[in-house]
């Protein structure tokens, strides 16, 4: 290896030519040997010459930070520029990853307590987390904020490595990183741009981190952050559509508008879904005539969003209307939209329309999804076609990938309901070889189906079925925990007695707030019913209802296992009559602290109804209201379905009447219980007003309707009616069923009495008249 040779000319006096030699000279021994043959008192180092080595492209970014580090050693005097400082981060960051690892941190601690410019540190930073390296860039930025005479650090740097953080889901570093911030670095204020805070918020909706979500947004509020158009929009969506807190998003759009920032077509996409999703439908479809009053042109997501939140509302005239427009507008379906259409028209009863929407969406060249299928087999099965809808999904599975374990979720179910459980254990064992998840869904349903049946040995029996499968092992551990729960003694203080007073606080809860005084609206406003909302979101109201139906089984893993498993065992128990053992098994829940569920409420007070126990279920109706258990359209239909059989069909009409105001719907099984109530009580005429009603509402009528009006109108002898009832049915194409039977039984009794009676009066007639002709 070749010395360094000695050069003793001085740093004024030496020429061009001298400094590029010399350059050239340490470049060469430093790619050879590295430092070691390096003498300090053979080179006249300067900041000049450590610059130009550090500037060399041929040296390796290793040879580079070992002259740096020698010359720091050898010449302790020698004050190292910020540009060194710079030019030597620019190389390191340059190299490959696994060397930037090793000599970074060694850099660093040598840099330490040296300015950095701000660009070089943001290159290095955004090196770093393109890398993955988000360690190593914390401490680059822990280093800078430790410099001396530091105050404030460049803005742009928090931006940039809080949305880098984001982009690449650690969002827990960038959570660590804004606390800081929050608490009062940079002079008190957040040293953040609003496009940085969009982003950040962005990456905590899409994460699902709803206490997060709303913490970062408190803080930006408290630290008086100005959102932009962008910015509400983000926490619109994310609290009114993600989160559910349709009262902070109807409150964000108030503040949107006195900040005179123009709500745009995202804003009321936004507003549309949250309001559907909470089951405010009539107040979206004003927002929805609004948005296109106020010059914004709707989507394919705003179409999407209306008929979506129309059809699962129940409201589907509403929806078809919507779809017409969209058509006149050049706006073109997706599968989606026409999925939507298909489902509410089913749900409906209107089989015929769905059939022929299906046929216009095979003509309008749109593919149908699986999804297609699984709503098409549903429908069929529950508008009373089985067969059809059996035979439909035997095709399927020829076909192709038409079918995934929904389907045969749905498939299963079906054969449960009517206790048809080898089939359906087959169709389970049928899942596992061809490779689909059998969830909890479908094992809670056969568990269920197992026990109506009288097939003791459930868990043991579909233990030979699912392999490989963690789900039943979980729920054979929880039913041993809680059979050992249930055998311990218990206060037995649930449920409690109640009374009707209970029924009436469902009504009473929001006619006090109608007499409220509120502030004239703007006249000039481009959206006066969304000021209005917007104006009772900031009153604070409370939201004691929701719009969607407990579901018995969430399936959302082991969060939810506890919860999905009591609302099962209890529908196997209240099925049998074992009341006071789902009563236990509640109680045995909600004494560990566990929140309360809807569903398992809206069991036994259906049972307890069925069963004739009505105080013990308003007693459970207060339970629910005392846990702050909101009641969805599930507990008004058990309620309305109570009172029905209580003769109080008044008080049930006020409760539909609640339902409607506060964004529900009324279903077919609510008006069948009214009208039977009313047809009971003798108020036929109100029955009949109350069928147009139906009518109106789109809820087609179903056998049970049409059974209750005949019978009503047979038993007062209004044959002609009941016959014309009679006619619609079978023009419906409703299926007579048991039920029917035993009314024309009673129809047919009536028709004998008339004609006896009429027989009577004509033989009374014609013996007066030979009496007289005598």
């Not at 009707?500 to 406003?525: F, G, K, Y």
Request: aromatic content about 6%.
């Amino acid at each position: 290896m070749q010395h360094v040779r000695p050069l003793c000319t001085s740093t004024s006096s030496s020429s061009s030519l001298s400094n590029l030699l010399l350059v050239a000279s340490l470049s060469k021994s430093l790619s050879e040997s590295g430092t070691r043959h390096l003498s300090p008192s053979d080179i006249p180092l300067s900041a000049d010459l450590l610059l130009r080595i550090l500037r060399r492209p041929s040296l390796p970014p290793s040879a580079k930070l070992a002259f740096f580090r020698w010359s720091s050693q050898t010449h302790p005097n020698l004050t190292h520029s910020l540009s060194a400082h710079a030019e030597l981060l620019r190389s390191l960051s340059a190299s490959p990853p696994h060397h930037l690892r090793l000599l970074l941190p060694q850099s660093l601690r040598l840099m330490k307590g040296h300015p950095i410019d701000a660009a070089t540190s943001k290159s290095v930073l955004d090196k770093l987390l393109r890398l993955g390296m988000f360690d190593t860039a914390l401490e680059v930025l822990d280093d800078l904020e430790e410099q001396p005479g530091t105050t404030q650090l460049d803005p742009q740097l928090y931006d940039s490595i809080l949305v880098a953080l984001a982009k690449k889901n650690q969002l827990g570093l960038a959570l660590s990183i804004f606390h800081k911030l929050s608490d009062g670095r940079g002079g008190g204020s957040l040293s953040l741009g609003v496009p940085a805070c969009d982003d950040f918020l962005v990456a905590l909706r899409k994460a699902g981190m709803r206490d997060e979500f709303r913490w970062v947004f408190e803080r930006l509020h408290e630290r008086g952050i100005a959102f932009d158009e962008r910015g509400y929009n983000i926490c619109i969506h994310g609290f009114g559509c993600c989160f559910g807190d349709l009262g902070l998003a109807l409150k964000l759009f108030g503040e949107m508008k006195e900040r005179s920032i123009e709500p745009s077509l995202c804003t009321y996409n936004s507003m549309l879904q949250a309001l559907f999703l909470s089951g405010r439908a009539s107040d979206a479809l004003v927002v929805y005539e609004e948005l296109k009053a106020s010059g914004h042109r709707p989507d394919g997501f705003t179409y999407r969003t209306v008929i979506q939140g129309c059809c699962r509302s129940h409201r589907v005239d509403a929806a078809m209307m919507v779809f017409d427009g969209m058509h006149h507008t050049g706006v073109r379906p997706d599968v989606v939209v026409y999925n939507s259409l298909i489902d509410g028209l089913l749900k409906a009863r209107r089989l015929t329309e769905a059939c022929g929407l299906f046929e216009a969406m095979v003509r309008d060249s749109v593919k149908a999804s699986v999804c297609t299928y699984n709503v098409l087999i549903d429908g069929l099965f529950k508008n009373g076609r089985g067969v059809a809808a059996y035979t439909l999904f035997r095709d399927l599975k020829k076909k192709g990938p038409f079918v995934d374990s929904l389907t045969y979720s749905i498939v299963v179910t079906q054969l449960c309901k009517v206790g048809y459980m080898e089939d359906a254990l087959e169709l389970v064992e049928e899942m596992e070889r061809r490779g689909f998840v059998v969830n909890l869904v479908t094992v809670t349903t056969v568990l269920i189906g197992l026990h109506k049946s009288g097939m003791w040995d459930c868990a043991e029996r579909l233990m030979r079925h699912l392999r490989n499968n963690d789900v039943l092992p979980n729920v054979v551990r929880w039913k041993t925990d809680m059979e050992a729960s249930i055998r311990a003694p218990q206060d037995r203080s649930f449920p409690s007695r109640g009374d009707l007073r209970e029924v009436t606080r469902l009504i009473d809860d929001d006619t006090s707030s109608e007499n409220v005084t509120r502030a004239p609206p703007d006249e000039w406003s481009s959206s006066p019913h969304m000021d209005r909302l917007a104006g009772e979101a900031s009153e604070g109201r409370p939201q004691a209802f929701i719009a969607r139906r407990g579901r018995r089984v969430v399936d959302g893993g082991g969060r939810s296992l506890d919860a999905d498993m009591v609302n099962t065992y209890v529908s196997i128990f209240v099925s049998k009559g074992k009341l006071n053992v789902a009563c236990k098994l509640f109680e045995v829940f909600m004494g560990r602290g566990s929140e309360a569920m809807g569903y398992a409420y809206n069991a036994l007070m259906s049972s307890f109804i069925k069963q004739g126990y009505f105080a013990e279920a308003w007693g459970v109706l207060k339970h629910m209201g005392e846990r702050l258990c909101p009641a969805d359209i599930a507990t008004y239909s058990v309620v309305v379905h109570g009172l029905g059989k209580l003769g109080e069909v008044d008080l049930a009409k006020a409760v539909a009447e609640q339902l409607t105001k506060r964004g529900g719907y009324v279903d077919v099984v609510m008006y069948n219980t009214m009208i039977r109530a009313l047809g009971k009580a003798g108020r036929i005429e109100e029955a009949e007003e109350l069928l147009k009603e139906m009518l109106r509402c789109g809820v087609n009528p179903d056998v049970v309707t049409f059974n209750a009006l005949i019978e009503m109108h047979a038993k007062v002898g209004r044959v002609k009616e009941a016959y014309r009832f009679l006619k619609m049915m079978l023009d419906a194409g409703c299926s007579p069923n048991h039920g029917t039977d035993a009314v024309m039984d009673s129809l047919l009794m009536q028709i004998e009495k008339l004609r006896y009676q009429k027989a009577s009066m004509k033989t009374r007639e014609e013996t007066k008249s030979c009496v007289f002709n005598m």
